[in-house]
């Protein structure tokens, strides 16, 4: 007897038990029992093939507010930082498991505009212009 069928009858015996029941009713109820079971045990196979599918798609993945982890469907403004905490993956290895182009950044959109207006407000680039010219000057006296 196979084991989803000697589970279907435990619970079939354990129904009869407590109210009483039809030769039919039995049967009817063991049979639909063993399909559910059946059925579940299904899921259960297709749920372990799917483990390297991702929890996101590509698409919802990358949003204006949020990035989400495609491992685990997590939300976040950066992944780099997940990635190596949660997950001990680079975003090297990331990119590789989910075929993510080094275009795409692996930061939300809004998030990296708000920094990059931040960095032209204190004016980062002028200054890293000016000591990079310094820094040729002092390389040219030499």
Do not use: W
Not at 100 to 125: F, H, T, V
Request: contains cysteine.
């Amino acid at each position: 007897m196979s084991e989803l069928l000697q589970m279907a009858k435990d619970l079939v015996e354990a129904q009869a038990t407590s109210r009483s029941m039809s030769t039919e009713e039995m049967v009817v109820s063991l049979s639909e029992i063993h399909k559910a079971l059946q059925g579940l045990a299904a899921g259960g196979e297709n749920a372990e093939a799917d483990e390297n599918a991702p929890a996101v798609t590509r698409k919802k993945a990358f949003g204006r507010d949020k990035v989400y982890c495609m491992i685990c469907g997590e939300g976040m403004k950066t992944l780099a930082r997940h990635l190596r905490t949660k997950h001990d993956m680079t975003p090297g290895d990331y990119r590789k498991q989910f075929d993510i182009p080094r275009s795409q950044p692996l930061a939300a959109k809004n998030y990296s505009e708000k920094r990059r207006q931040m960095a032209i407000d204190r004016g980062l680039a002028d200054n890293l212009a000016k000591a990079r010219a310094a820094k040729g000057r002092k390389t040219r006296k030499k």
